[in-house]
């Protein structure tokens, strides 16, 4: 016993010292508490380039606060300029150190920066074994970022001079020839430079060799010091609104070894714990529900025994309503988790919720706190998202009509939106030729402006099937197609779901008809209007674009400009979106027979094309590919009859595959043709698929049952059952009870599907199934999710739904209501973020147009469920 417990002191000593000194710990990342140093745990290799999320980052006081620390060839990096390779990463617990190889390709630039905890601070040093390349000898410099919207208006002092970071970005830029520019992503460029051959240079705000970041805020405060190169802080807010403050040393010339040495000291406050995060629905509860609050605590924190609920009474007054047993969940990544179940709180009333000294802000319990879950997003962000249309709001305009001049033919290219045009056009049209009759209908993509065509196929059809099983009638929306102009809260006697079906399929039917098969994409053809913040019916002239005049230059009749701003229609022939296309077009005309009768006509038209067309050239297209597969055989001298055989097989299976078409296809062209060769490929299918993955085709299998029998609904049974078995598995895989994605965008469209799937899956077999699982997903969506408890639809929840989105009103820190956030980003190797105070991170902040109206599927069955059902 006694040697134990002197083990045990001794093990305290060491865990109190190593608590204040920033140490490597098993995940690889210094550790102190309160400071995370994370040295390339998280890569610039994301879909879009720079995402300021990668390179060395800190994580101060549970916030993270720094990231980017790279070598960067630009004094403010923007999200499209280039950023390294990282050739290696090797950790060094002897030494308390990481390094990291990086490596411009486009410069044949190699460098390494080696990290290393001493005492309290990190050192970060650049070697270099070759000198800085000439092309890129001055613009190559260690930098790293400091997240504006948590250090504006702080102070900060450089060798002692005081000064306080901008509110908004107003310090000095210079213009310089483009020529000194280092490349950017692809040879795209993110600015016009108005003819001036020019690109803007922010200039520093401070130069010197001591910063002393934010003294008046202990929890943000850092000291970076050097003594062999000099510091510069820059505002990269002044070429775009998404930049952070840039700290950074160009390196020197002609040099080689050790350049530039940092030392990062972040405070520490001493015992800092941090506030827990008590989770809950802020859209309320009915009194009949489950209600369980997930509190998310600090590791270094004792739980509480118990939690309590208060009740704020009509004349103000505030008592205890309930007092309560919190358990335990356990540890989740960085954190450790507890729950209080208050589901015996059946009063209506207005509560809240006190754990410890922790008060949460107030929330309903009332029948009714559902009622209006969806009416954001069908009364204003879906119509604000409605292309081609001037969108009017009372005395505010959210844009003019976007795109008046059309869009041409792209030209075959590369482009910076994850799609390209390939060497043909596969049209009638020449390259640059426009394409008439496009620019109608269809809806934004994102916080972007361009028509994704298979996002605008699912979002018709998720409006069809809102349509079809909740029949909608809610009119709340004016849309004109002859006036092009829609009005907010303006009823006009139609559906307003009917509007957006004939709005989206407007555009569609317009792709097929001009094109001869669907786009890809209609999309910006130049970079520097892609990132525009601002009306949509600015990003164009609305001229047509003529080479023949100078660039910003507009013809004697008005009509045309030599400014290349038009948007392009990149139109490489894929038939299975044709596919997809066709059998939403089915299904559209069927909803709009009897509305728009001219329409209903032109989509079926269009349908029974393209699926024939598509139909073929699938089949062509998978001979050739045999074919080819065949010949190569053959030239290999492959006769290895085992594989050919399987080859075979498989090229059989895959034959048939396309014959029947997939499962959900055959499913959603028997509901738009009622064709029972349809149902009859469905049914060949389906229980196959089931026995295969139960939880990712379920939902497939459900939305059939409207059509089935008895005997198909009994025999789905028992793969219900493993559906509700699988529900119930996530309370064992984290504390909240529902996926929870780690990808480089945040599980919010999963998290939606898995809600949609749960809802039906309660409505057909509600023995098996039983109501309270649907409030898994809508807990995590208005609250009840690890980081902060703020609902993440955007207006939606009581006292506080999230303030910023990844809207394109984003460069004010607001958010257009209705729109959902992807949600809760996972960072390696162990953090969960959602920004609330900076709005410009797509993967945590950006709603999509098929997102957001799968919520509207979800929150229709949902509320359903919750208001048809009483226990
Ligand atoms: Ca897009
Ligand atoms: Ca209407
Ligand atoms: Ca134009």
Request: net charge negative; proline share 5%.
């Amino acid at each position: 016993m006694r040697t134990l417990s002197l083990f045990t002191t001794v093990f305290i000593l060491s865990a109190a010292v190593s608590a204040q000194n920033l140490q490597l710990n098993d995940l690889d990342y210094f550790e102190c508490q309160g400071v995370n140093v994370l040295v390339f745990s998280n890569n610039f290799n994301g879909g879009f380039n720079d995402e300021k999320n990668s390179g060395i980052e800190i994580i101060h006081h549970g916030v993270r606060t720094v990231q980017g620390g790279a070598i960067r060839l630009n004094n403010t990096p923007e999200q499209w300029d280039l950023v390294p390779k990282t050739t290696s990463r090797r950790v060094d617990k002897a030494s308390n150190s990481i390094e990291v190889g990086l490596r411009y390709d486009d410069y044949n630039f190699d460098s390494r920066v080696v990290v290393t905890g001493k005492g309290k601070s990190v050192e970060i040093a650049v070697y270099l074994d070759q000198p800085v390349p000439d092309a890129i000898a001055g613009e190559a410099g260690l930098n790293i970022e400091f997240l504006p919207s948590q250090y504006w208006l702080k102070a900060f002092q450089m060798d002692g001079r005081l000064n306080r970071f901008p509110r908004y970005a107003t310090s000095a830029t210079i213009t310089r020839p483009n020529s000194e520019k280092p490349r950017q992503f692809k040879g795209f460029k993110t600015y016009d430079d108005r003819g001036t051959g020019r690109f803007i240079d922010p200039q520093p705000i401070e130069t010197g060799h001591q910063l002393l970041i934010a003294p008046d805020a202990p929890e943000r405060m850092i000291k970076v010091s050097s003594t062999d190169a000099e510091l510069q802080l820059y505002d990269g807010r002044i070429l775009a609104q998404n930049g952070w403050y840039v700290l950074r040393s160009v390196l020197p010339k002609g040099k080689t070894g050790k350049v530039v040495t940092w030392t990062i000291e972040p405070h520490a406050v001493p015992g800092w714990i941090r506030e827990p995060n008590i989770g809950f629905s802020q859209v309320g509860y009915t009194p009949d529900q489950p209600k369980v609050a997930v509190i998310e605590l600090d590791k270094q924190d004792t739980p509480q025994q118990s939690a309590s609920l208060y009740c704020i009474h009509d004349d103000g007054s505030i008592r205890a309503a309930y007092q309560g047993a919190v358990t335990t969940w356990g540890p989740y990544y960085k954190y450790n988790y507890v729950k209080f179940d208050f589901s015996t709180v059946r009063e209506p009333g207005v509560y809240y919720i006190q754990y410890g000294n922790t008060k949460t802000n107030n929330f309903l319990i009332d029948e009714h706190v559902y009622d209006k879950i969806t009416d954001a997003t069908t009364d204003v962000w879906i119509p604000i998202h409605m292309n081609h249309m001037y969108v009017n709001e009372g005395y505010r305009t959210w844009h003019g009509e976007p795109f008046k001049e059309g869009y041409l033919q792209a030209p075959p290219s590369d482009h910076f939106d994850l799609h390209s045009q390939g060497q043909t056009t596969d049209t009638k049209y020449k390259p640059l030729e426009l394409i008439p009759g496009l620019n109608i209908g269809g809806f934004f993509d994102a916080g972007d402006f361009d028509i994704e065509t298979g996002s605008n196929i699912n979002v018709v059809q998720n409006f069809i099937r809102t349509w079809e099983i909740f029949k909608p009638q809610r009119d709340e929306t004016f849309v004109s197609q002859k006036q092009r102009y829609v009005d907010l809260h303006r009823p006009d006697g139609v559906a307003d779901m009917l509007q957006f079906i004939e709005h989206g399929t407007l555009n569609l039917v317009a792709q097929a008809e001009q094109i001869g098969h669907m786009a890809s994409t209609l999309s910006n053809s130049v970079l520097d209007n892609y990132h525009h913040l601002g009306d949509a019916a600015s990003i164009t002239d609305g001229l047509h674009y003529d080479p023949s005049l100078k660039p910003y230059e507009v013809s004697a009749d008005g009509k045309s400009s030599g400014t290349p701003d038009d948007m392009w229609a990149f139109t490489t022939r894929n038939p299975s979106l044709d596919f997809r296309a066709a059998t939403m077009f089915a299904a559209a005309s069927r909803a709009l027979e009897g509305y728009n009768d001219d329409l209903a006509r032109r989509a079926l038209t269009q349908s029974k094309r393209l699926m024939q067309e598509a139909t073929d050239l699938m089949s062509q297209r998978s001979n050739q590919v045999n074919d080819a597969q065949d010949d190569s055989n053959w030239l290999n001298g492959s006769n290895d009859n085992n594989s050919n055989n399987r080859r075979q097989r498989a090229n059989t299976n895959r034959r048939n595959r396309q014959q029947l078409g997939s499962m959900a296809t055959n499913l959603q062209l028997y509901g738009a043709t009622h064709e029972k060769k349809y149902l009859d490929h469905f049914t060949q299918q389906i229980w196959e698929a089931l026995d295969r993955n139960v939880a990712n085709n379920i939902q497939t299998a459900l939305d059939a049952i409207p059509y089935m029998d008895e005997a198909y609904r009994k025999r789905l049974r028992p793969y219900v059952e493993q559906y509700e078995a699988y529900v119930k598995h996530f309370d064992e895989l984290n504390p909240y009870g529902v996926p929870i994605g780690l990808g480089n965008w945040a599980g919010g469209n999963a998290v939606l599907n898995f809600g949609t799937t749960v809802c039906f899956a309660h409505l057909y077999y509600p023995d098996i199934v039983p109501k309270q699982e649907v409030y898994r997903v809508s807990n995590w969506l208005y609250g009840c999710h690890p980081y902060h408890n703020y609902s993440f639809v955007a207006a939606v929840g009581a006292a506080r739904p999230k303030q910023v989105f990844y809207g394109n009103n984003r460069a004010d820190f607001s958010f257009i209501p209705g729109n959902v956030a992807p949600g809760l980003l996972f960072r390696q190797p162990d953090h969960f973020e959602n920004y609330d105070d900076w709005p410009f991170l797509w993967g945590q902040n950006e709603g999509t147009i098929a997102g957001n109206t799968q919520y509207v599927i979800f929150g229709s069955a949902f509320k359903n469920i919750v208001n048809n059902e009483k226990d």
